[in-house]
């Protein structure tokens, strides 16, 4: 029997994978803490933290199964800090005979490991994660020949093909979407529950990192890291999820709350993108709740949250797949500017990024809305770079990976792709985050006025990245209307000049 490495990565931590079935004394497997993972952009610290805790958790929760593991912790002293280095100095010491790996869900760590292989003198052998409901290619098979790539469509074959919320070949409730019902601001903070929170120490983690020079960003409570961790922890906010949160998911999705940064969400993303949870369990665990429980739990939470997990995220994988590496190069819209300071700082005087900025910086999490409709709606807005954009999404936040950033920001939030993700782009003035959110009562500016003093910037920008891009937008069906208001506007000089003032100034909005 030859022997044989296997690598795991630090978004492989999927203690089901057919690898784990049996005991092999001649196997090693090999996780490393390295430079190259902590360097190539600049991670919010709890991210750091989090996916070394959980590497750590899972190297001993393999050995408690009696499998060899090599930890390479970052100042260990043969650790070369480059998955290649080390590879071929262990590859060597320990004279493997076969090299395997799972496929990686980043393009660059893709790269990185075939260019190895092909290089490598010793045999090497590829396996699926066995994470996720489609293959790579599924997606760009199925919408062959399309321009757009339709989400919905994409999603109802995976509850098909899964047997979720089905009758046969039809919904089981009879409806497929129960989005309209899903987007109400909430009114009652009494319902909010606290999120399920952990307690550990990362005094020794955050030392190890100072240390080492690590560069992050954002805050940490050393005595006191709340993110869960380990699988065990994992399955308890999953309880926790179904039994307190599920019922209002849907209902609350996309409100937002000063008081509260999680509201009705999951908290899975993390869990899930480690792959410490399997989505399939996830889903299944939800289904049966609800089936469980109608009387607490109505069809539109669980529908709601059902499509989020096997339509949104594999959808997004499944057009990172197909569209990279081009799709990292993309800017429909041409954006050029950097991103304002205060993002990394929290530091503004609009209420509302200054809520969504302080949180991610804070617990290195904001929910969807808020990474849309805020940030993401203000960055698009101001017409920020999409490679700031990217790398600022990529550090901040702690489920933040390639696949599912990327295809999040430039094509669903900045439609820096042209529309293969989204129809049109997710802008909006201050009606909109009034209209989901207690912010613009606490803000300085007046979410009213499109010009004149303290006049909201999300009013006169809205209108400004509208009249910018008619060219390239006034064809979309889906936006023809709001030319047409703009056509009507009386007080359109005025607006174009209120905003070229605010991106002139736009240091100290
Ligand atoms: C600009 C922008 C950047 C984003 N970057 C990331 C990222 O780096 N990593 C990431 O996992 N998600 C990202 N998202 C999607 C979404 O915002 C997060 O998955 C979600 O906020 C995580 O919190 P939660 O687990 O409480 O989610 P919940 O609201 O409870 O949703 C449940 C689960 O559904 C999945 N999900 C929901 N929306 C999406 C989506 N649009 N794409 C893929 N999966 C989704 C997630 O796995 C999530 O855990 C981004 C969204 C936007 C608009
Ligand atoms: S008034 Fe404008 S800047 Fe202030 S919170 Fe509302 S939308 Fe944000």
Redesign the pocket.
């Known amino acids: 029997m030859p022997k044989i490495l296997r690598l795991i990565l630090g978004d492989q931590l999927n203690r089901q994978h057919s690898w784990f079935r049996q005991k092999n004394d001649k196997v090693l497997y090999v996780l490393m803490e390295v430079r190259q993972e902590t360097d190539y952009v600049n991670h919010h610290i709890q991210k750091v933290i989090g996916f070394f805790l959980a590497m750590r958790n899972f190297a001993q929760w393999l050995e408690s199964q009696g499998h060899h593991v090599l930890y390479l912790t970052l100042d260990h002293p043969d650790n070369q800090q480059c998955l290649d280095k080390n590879l071929s100095r262990i590859i060597k010491e320990n004279h493997i005979d076969l090299f395997e790996y799972q496929l990686p869900d980043e393009y660059r760590l893709d790269e990185q490991l075939s260019i190895f292989s092909a290089h490598s003198s010793t045999q090497v052998r590829v396996y699926d994660t066995e994470h996720f409901l489609c293959s790579r290619e599924f997606l760009g098979e199925f919408f062959k020949g399309k321009k757009t790539y339709l989400m919905e469509s994409f999603y109802r074959e995976m509850r098909k093909k899964y047997d979720i919320l089905m009758d046969g070949r039809e919904p089981l409730t009879g409806k497929w979407n129960y989005d309209h019902d899903n987007r109400n601001k909430l009114k009652d903070p009494l319902l909010l529950k606290p999120a399920k929170t952990f307690r550990r120490d990362v005094t020794d983690l955050v030392e190890l990192l100072r240390a080492q020079g690590v560069a992050t960003i954002g805050d940490i409570q050393e005595e006191n890291f709340e993110w869960p961790v380990t699988r065990e922890e994992g399955l308890q906010v999953l309880d926790y999820f179904c039994s307190k949160l599920l019922p209002y998911?849907g209902m609350y999705?996309d409100a937002m709350f000063t008081g509260d940064a999680?509201l009705f969400?999951?908290?899975?993303?993390f869990l899930?993108?480690s792959k410490l949870l399997a989505p399939l369990e996830v889903v299944e665990k939800v289904e049966k709740y609800w089936l469980e429980n109608q009387d607490a739990v109505d069809i539109a939470q669980v529908e709601g949250?059902i499509r989020?997990?096997i339509g949104?995220?594999e959808y997004?994988r499944g057009v990172y797949w197909a569209k990279m590496p081009a799709y990292a190069e993309m800017n429909f819209f041409g954006h050029k500017r950097k991103l304002p300071q205060y993002f990394w700082t929290g530091d503004t005087k609009m209420n509302c990024l200054q809520h969504a900025i302080g949180q991610s910086l804070g617990k290195s999490?904001?929910?969807?809305i808020q990474?849309?409709m805020v940030?993401?709606n203000f960055m698009l807005l101001a017409g920020i770079h999409p490679d700031e954009v990217d790398a600022w999404?990529?550090g901040i936040?702690i489920?933040?990976?390639e696949w599912?950033?990327i295809?999040?920001?430039r094509g669903?939030?900045q439609f820096a792709d042209g529309g293969i993700v989204g129809t049109k782009p997710y802008v909006s003035s201050a009606n909109y985050i009034d209209k989901m959110s207690d912010y613009c009562s606490g803000c300085f500016y007046n979410k009213q006025k499109k010009t004149g003093e303290k006049a909201c910037p999300f009013n006169s920008l809205y209108w400004h990245f509208y009249h910018r891009h008619e060219d390239k937008l006034t064809k979309n069906p889906r936006i023809g209307m709001m030319y047409r208001t703009w056509a009507k506007m009386k007080d359109k000089e005025e607006i174009l000049k209120q905003a070229d003032y605010y991106l002139e100034n736009i240091e100290s909005l």
């Open positions: 998911f999705q999680f969400h999951s908290r899975l993303s899930l993108n949250f989020q997990i949104w995220r997004m999490y904001a929910h969807h990474r849309l940030t993401g999404y990529l936040y489920d933040a990976i599912v950033e295809t999040n920001t669903m939030s």
